[in-house]
């Protein structure tokens, strides 16, 4: 059993440029990178922290990978001597978006970078146990002005597409402590009293 988990690699997954504010406003279980080299990249079952370069290198998810990228064939391809890029998969086992773990001590040299697994352990440990899901209301109500209550709907649903987490206020609260509310843009707390902010 020691033999087979000492195979397990250990890396630094970067997420592209762009990509976190993604990441962070919408839930995903999986991250997939493409353009990785095959030959030097993560394989299946390997550990990885999944790691945002700002000012310096943070630590924002860890993950698994359960797809390497590598060539696949399809024998009834007429073209079938052709390879085609499958991308790198990695599945979230537990994420730090709104607080990541600074690790200076990391040197990327690319999209993925290998590590050592004290390293690893080093930086999955600061970011603790995963937290305990807890029931939570979330709404988002939008005064819309329309003939009929279907076609309030329609407006509804197309200012959300239209406007999104980018503009829109969504507010939060746990399930039996509605007065604990919270409004929520861009994925982080924000204030919508005015008053306030005189």
Do not use: K
């Not at 329609?154 to 829109?168: A, N, Q």
């Amino acid at each position: 059993m020691t033999e087979s988990i000492s195979r397990i690699g250990t890396w630094a997954v970067l997420l592209p440029t762009g990509r976190y504010e993604a990441e962070r406003l919408f839930h995903h279980d999986t991250l997939e990178l493409t353009g990785v080299e095959a030959d030097r990249c993560p394989a299946p079952g390997d550990q990885v922290l999944v790691v945002v370069e700002e000012e310096q290198p943070l630590v924002v998810a860890l993950g698994r990978v359960t797809q390497a990228p590598g060539g696949v064939t399809d024998p009834d391809d007429p073209q079938a001597g052709e390879v085609e890029e499958t991308p790198l998969v990695v599945t979230y086992t537990q994420r730090a978006f709104d607080e990541p773990v600074p690790a200076d001590q990391l040197a990327l040299v690319g999209p993925v970078t290998p590590i050592d697994a004290v390293t690893y352990r080093e930086l999955a440990a600061r970011i603790g146990p995963a937290l305990d899901r807890r029931a939570w209301l979330v709404s988002l109500d939008l005064p819309i002005e329309a003939a009929t209550p279907a076609e309030a709907v329609r407006l509804f649903w197309s200012y959300v597409m239209e406007l999104g987490p980018r503009e829109l206020p969504t507010f939060v609260s746990p399930v039996g402590n509605e007065l604990a509310m919270q409004a929520f843009v861009l994925g982080v707390e924000a204030n919508q009293d005015p008053e306030e902010d005189d």
